[in-house]
């Protein structure tokens, strides 16, 4: 009998082993998706320079960032963070820019992709859940962002000319927590050097 059991705990810790390895490439998988939804190359737009990065805290992260060329003018731009960390708030976030790069590609406009995509979250995801999302499109002929901020900020804007920095705050609620958000028209800072 003795030997027994310890054939059965010996099967059963190598059992345990097998899935543990394979939850482990399951995970590295979904990580390598998740980075490749980052951009590899940042959009050309002349006048600026433009950075991104992000590492998340685990295999998986909850943090997103994304720009979308819409013309010679503007261009998108996505920063959003679900709520908790690992592979739920990753597929969030995967979502969110999923859905603003269809809502781009089907010619809706900045008030039109963020309440779309409020909406739709509302229905997908569980209550406990919720994604802050600034979302704005920066025009490079007058130099300005129009932006709505669910949830997200604060959001520094350095001025080089004087050397401050200006904070400004969310202008709605994170996305995902209610449908039909009345959203007040889009908040504008201008750009300058620096």
């Not at 737009?45 to 909850?62: D, E, F, L, T």
């Not at 609620?173 to 750009?191: I, V």
Request: with cysteine; net charge negative.
């Amino acid at each position: 009998g003795a030997q027994c059991a310890v054939a059965l705990q010996r099967a059963r810790m190598i059992a345990d082993l097998v899935l543990k390895e394979k939850m482990e490439h399951e995970l590295s998988i979904a990580h390598d998706v998740q980075m490749h939804v980052f951009p590899t190359e940042m959009p050309k737009v002349a006048g600026y320079q433009i950075a991104g990065w992000s590492r998340p805290a685990g295999q998986m992260g909850g943090d997103i960032y994304d720009l979308i060329t819409l013309d010679e003018h503007r261009l998108m731009l996505l920063l959003g963070d679900a709520a908790g960390h690992g592979i739920g708030p990753a597929l969030s976030v995967t979502q969110v820019r999923a859905m603003l790069r269809m809502g781009v590609r089907l010619g809706a406009d900045l008030d039109g992709v963020f309440a779309h995509i409020n909406d739709q979250l509302v229905q997908d995801l569980a209550d406990s859940r919720f994604v802050t999302a600034f979302l704005g499109v920066l025009d490079t002929r007058d130099h300005t962002i129009a932006y709505h901020s669910g949830g997200q900020g604060p959001l520094l804007l350095f001025h080089a000319k004087t050397g401050e920095c200006e904070w400004r705050g969310a202008t709605t609620f994170p996305m995902g927590l209610m449908e039909r958000l009345r959203l007040q028209k889009a908040e504008r800072f201008d750009l300058a050097p620096g």
